[in-house]
């Protein structure tokens, strides 16, 4: 299993780049979606010790709410927004990409010196776990659209995930649970807040919102 | 039989190389719902230049008439160092990965110097892309073939193109699936853009303000057009036969047959390209640093996936 475990890993990771490389904000959240059915797939290959009923609630909540509740919720906000694309981020795209290559190489050190202690499923695991978090953080910090800083957090909050079910197999249900409860309500309030700077402001540009005064 | 053996590959490939670009115009054409030119057209259209006189504008001066020649002769070198299947390549050393990277660059810098010292502006606009181009399609390559060599040293291969593609094999596959799969695409987008084909650029275009690669060969005429459509034919082959070393591993013990079946992978590439030709628009030209950009990031994840 430890193969396919690599190859969902791998995908991660591409589907980490391809956010970093993306302007179109539809294809962004439908990447995120992607990536959040790789984590769904992820318990299945890596947890194969795991009760099944653990293994169908993680898998199956995290596919059905981050594959279709998260896009479609943040699709709804991006239909309100006028914006269909990033047109000028703080970093470039293609400096995004290598940034990103720089993150996977501190990614792939860091996680050289991290041993786990008892049986990781594969030596993959914490740095594709690294990567997605540098890489969610770097979305929030780069980009200034409200909506691509929700999928920045929402790939931030995949990475925790990964390091959850591969790095740390005895979590209690309960707490990954709860906190795929706590990334839905926020994802839920950030849409509700999209659509509410888009009509009070006309639009979602959040480096405009820093020069407010009251 | 050694010697047989050595030369058979540049051979080939010499008499083969046009073939290819006959069977994009084939593939095309019958996406196009058109039966198209016969598979021998490009083989008619380099006997029809090469009986051609050549016609030098006098503003021009050696560097122009140069550039067709060395970019054949740097291409002809190339692909010295390339295997087919099993077959070695005819001279091989450690590192000639680079030397080819390096020749294919060399082909392209006096390209892009012919282009310039016709002094025409449109002819200078296309040297300037062709060279962003380029620059972007060469790290690409070289990290692709060093995933390509780390996923193969691992089976005991040496640092050179001859020992790095024919100890690619099924066994690679199992053992660095996901690494030889990006490096494969890594690859695909290198030959693309190296080619000068669709998304990068598009070889049928006849707008000066599109052209990349068609534009820098304007005031080229008989037998240098004739060299630089050979070349260009070769160069499709040089890394096409890259591509298919990775991609159709089939090692059997008859270099000859693995050799056969390479051949047959070299005409599905160019199928692939005919296919991608007929059913992508190209890029906009500023989208175009970011597909390379994009293919060497495949490649450097690819290489730290081995390399871990």
């Known amino acids: 299993m430890t193969s396919l475990t690599d190859l969902l890993l ?17 294809a962004s959240i439908r990447t995120a979606g992607m990536q959040g059915v790789l984590l769904g797939l992820l318990p299945l290959v890596a947890g194969e010790s795991w009760p099944p009923l653990r293994m169908g609630l993680l898998a199956g909540g995290s596919m059905v709410l981050k594959g279709l509740v998260f896009p479609w919720l943040l699709f709804r906000a991006l239909r309100e927004a006028e914006v269909r ?11 995004s990409l290598l940034a990103g ?24 695991a914490v740095p594709a776990a690294l990567f997605t978090i540098f890489c969610g953080l770097f ?34 249900l309960l707490v990954e649970l709860g906190v795929l409860l706590d990334v839905f309500v926020a994802v839920f309030v950030m849409g509700i807040t999209v ?20 | 039989m050694e010697i047989l053996e050595r030369l058979a590959h540049t051979v080939l490939a010499a008499l083969l190389a046009p073939l290819l670009l006959g069977v994009i115009a084939r593939t095309k054409a019958a996406f196009a719902g058109r039966r198209g030119p016969p598979l021998v057209q490009p083989y008619r259209d380099l006997r029809r230049l090469l009986g051609k006189g050549a016609v030098y504008s006098t503003t021009t001066s050696w560097v122009f008439r140069a550039g067709p020649t060395v970019g054949l002769a740097a291409i002809v070198t190339a692909l010295l160092f390339v295997p087919l299947g099993t077959l070695p390549a ?13 020749l294919l660059g060399l082909a392209r810098l006096f390209s892009g110097r012919a282009a310039l010292d016709t002094g025409s502006s449109f002819e200078g606009m296309g040297a300037s892309r062709e060279a962003q181009i380029g620059a972007l399609a060469e790290p690409a390559l070289l990290l692709a073939l060093a995933a390509a060599a780390s996923a193969a040293a691992r089976g005991g291969g040496d640092w050179s193109l001859s020992g790095i593609l024919p100890a690619l094999s099924g066994a690679s596959w199992i053992a660095h699936g996901p690494t030889l799969a990006m490096v494969t695409f890594a690859l695909l987008g290198v030959f693309l853009a190296e080619n000068a084909r669709v998304p990068v650029d598009d070889p049928a275009t006849h707008l000066e303000l599109t052209m990349v690669h068609e534009v820098m060969v304007l005031d080229h005429g008989g037998p240098d057009l004739a060299f630089i459509l050979y070349g260009a ?22 270099a000859w047959v693995n050799a056969a079946v390479a051949a047959g992978g070299m005409v599905l590439v160019a199928v692939f390209v005919g296919i991608v030709e007929s059913s992508m628009a190209r890029l906009r030209l500023i989208r175009v640093p970011q597909f390379l950009v994009g293919a060497a990031v495949l490649a450097v994840v690819a290489l730290a996936l081995v390399l871990r």
Do not use: M
Request: include cysteine; aromatic fraction near 8%; charged fraction near 10%.
């Open chain 1, 85 to 95: 694309r990033e047109i000028e981020p703080f970093v470039g795209f293609n400096l």
């Open chain 2, 90 to 102: 005819a001279f091989a050393f450690p590192g000639d990965l680079v030397a080819v990277a390096g």
């Open chain 1, 10 to 26: 791998v995908l991660l990771v591409l589907t980490g780049f391809r956010l970093l490389g993306l302007s179109r904000l539809g």
């Open chain 1, 195 to 214: 659509f509410h700077i888009q009509r009070a402001f006309d639009h979602i540009d959040t480096d405009q919102l820093s020069s407010l005064k009251d």
């Open chain 2, 233 to 254: 034919a070769l160069k499709l082959w040089v890394l096409g036969s890259v591509i298919v070393a990775i991609t159709v591993p089939v090692r059997t013990g008859s």
């Open chain 1, 139 to 172: 979305l929030i910090v780069a980009r200034k659209n409200a909506l691509n800083q929700v999928v920045g957090y929402l790939v931030l909050e995949n990475g925790i995930y990964v390091f959850g079910v591969t790095a740390v197999p005895h979590q209690p």
């Open chain 1, 101 to 124: 290559t720089l993150c996977l190489g501190a990614s792939l050190w860091l996680g050289g010196g991290l041993p786990l202690p008892g049986s990781a499923p594969s030596s993959l």
